[in-house]
């Protein structure tokens, strides 16, 4: 009827239907009946629920079961259905946000960190709950890479809320003409004179010196050069603004030889 993962899916429901039948057929009974792994709820229009029990927390990593229901027709023949019950482990996928600033643009003009801590972890169809979702509870993505709030890449939507926390780096793009940091006028003018090809190729060079600097100027929990290779997904996000001017690629997305994705996404 159902595959129902425990720890991440423990719910499911939907309707049965009869076959060939007319207005002598039997129908459904309405009744609750108690499974090993869940109670089952059944409607006489044929609507169904099915919630899994504290049974399931006897069972073992890894380890699939199946639970039969039996029902009961209005006339007194009776049916059984099946649900499958797995239990899996999820592989955690680390996840880390490169926040790319102008002078005159910040990603945080269109987004917060709280709205992105909401995006990948905490609404109803969130990132995570999405990856779980079609994955079977075998996927998720884990909210910091490393449990040590006195990293640089805690970033934080409110202080100290957990929930409202994601890994993050925040750059601002150099003016490598002018000095300071580079505004979106400025990178726009140039991108149509300028021999300097990063005003024109999408942000992938603006990508790289994020990367580069931020290997320069954070460590790890070992004192070590941060590498962004060590989480499984890197985001790096640009402002509107600069997608409106035409300086980034939209839904751009390189895929290492290693399998980490590096998308480039303007927040639209």
């Given at each position: 009827?159902?595959t ?27 009744s ?15 609507n ?24 009961q ?14 239990t ?44 779980k ?25 409110e ?23 580079l ?19 999408g ?23 941060v ?9 790096f996000?640009f ?25 480039q996404?303007?927040?639209?």
């Open positions: 009827m159902a129902l993962v425990v720890g991440t899916s423990e719910y499911a429901e939907g309707t049965l239907e009869l076959e060939g039948t007319d207005s002598k057929s039997p129908g459904f009974q309405a609750t009946i108690e499974g090993q792994y869940g109670s089952f709820k059944l409607y006489d229009s044929g169904w629920e099915y919630q899994l029990n504290s049974n399931t927390s006897s069972l073992n990593n890894g380890q699939s079961v199946e639970d039969t229901i039996s029902i027709l209005t006339n007194g023949d009776q049916h059984s259905i099946t649900f499958a019950i797995q899996i482990e999820a592989t955690e996928n680390s996840i880390v946000f490169i926040l790319m600033n102008f002078s005159d643009a910040a990603v945080t003009d269109d987004v917060s960190i709280s709205q992105l801590a909401n995006m990948t972890f905490n609404d109803t169809d969130s990132l995570d709950n999405t990856y979702e079609n994955s079977f509870g075998q996927l998720k993505f884990k909210r910091h890479l490393i449990s040590d709030q006195s990293l640089a890449q805690y970033c934080y939507g202080d100290n809320n957990e929930s409202s926390s994601i890994d993050c780096f925040v750059y601002s793009i150099p003016d490598s003409q002018s000095g300071g940091v505004s979106v006028g400025n990178a726009q003018a140039r991108s149509g004179s300028s021999q300097d090809g990063q005003y024109s190729d942000g992938y060079t603006w990508r790289d010196n994020a990367t580069t600097w931020i290997q320069n100027n954070f460590v790890d929990s070992n004192s070590r050069p590498n962004l290779n060590d989480w499984r997904h890197r985001v996000i402002p509107r603004a600069a997608n409106n001017a035409g300086l980034v690629g939209t839904g751009v997305a390189s895929v290492r030889g290693d399998g980490a994705s590096l998308p996404i303007p927040i639209n």
